[in-house]
């Protein structure tokens, strides 16, 4: 696409779900975990994990709980639930070593980017834990297509909120949030974050799930690939 077509100059991309596959590296994780501590990672176990982990995110997201607490608490509940008493920081400690060694591409990300890098610059917008992110970026080789990272602990605040997406447009030279896409697999962080931030938004939605009539999408795409048809 010549520069005279060109509606963005910068593409934000989220990480997990998007460019790194977290589910995969979740379960492995938790499966470790589980046996570290004498019990077998069954489908029904690991699906509690995630219901747990999720609902504790989602309340950290509205700021109801912070991250330094979620991070343990969620390993208290979840064993709690099991029947067994753990110190949920020894948990996290373990868990957290598994997910820095963990980068399981999605399927597409590492052409997605090479592409992209030579057209646009580009910035990853995530939530989570900085060291983990930055390991899990540079193990999976996608950190070299970025200008930069923006995670949420270093931001202080994190996606959806206005106040992450000012710490992001701070550090990026001659933003303009009108000539920005943000490409993610969430319609609450996301696509809610980018309308608020006044970027084009574009959901990755590979499962086709329903989307929801208060929050908008510029593009919707089902792979990676499909990029390439407008950038």
Request: hydrophobic share 35%; with cysteine.
């Amino acid at each position: 696409m010549g520069n005279a077509e060109r509606k963005y100059d910068i593409i934000l991309l989220d990480v997990d779900g998007t460019l790194l596959d977290f589910g995969l590296a979740e379960k492995l994780g938790m499966a470790a975990v589980l046996r570290a501590y004498g019990l077998e990672p069954t489908g029904e176990r690991l699906a509690l994990y995630h219901d747990i982990n999720e609902g504790l995110w989602s309340a950290f997201e509205r700021g109801e709980v912070t991250k330094d607490r979620l991070v343990w608490e969620r390993f208290q509940i979840f064993f709690g639930r099991l029947g067994k008493e753990v110190d949920g920081h020894e948990v996290e400690e373990l868990y957290r070593g598994h997910l820095d060694r963990s980068a399981y591409l999605i399927p597409g990300a590492m052409d997605i980017c090479r592409y992209l890098k030579e057209r646009y610059e580009l910035y990853v917008v995530t939530n989570g834990t900085s060291s983990t992110q930055y390991k899990r970026l540079a193990a999976s080789g996608l950190d070299g297509f970025m200008k930069d990272i923006f995670v949420s602990e270093d931001a202080g605040s994190q996606k959806p909120q206005k106040e992450y997406f000012d710490y992001c447009f701070s550090r990026i030279p001659g933003a303009r949030p009108e000539r920005m896409l943000l490409v993610g697999d969430s319609l609450h962080s996301d696509i809610m974050g980018g309308n608020a931030a006044g970027t084009a938004t574009c959901w990755y939605n590979p499962q086709g799930k329903a989307g929801s009539p208060d929050i908008k999408a510029d593009y919707e795409i089902r792979n990676l690939e499909e990029l390439k048809d407008f950038l």
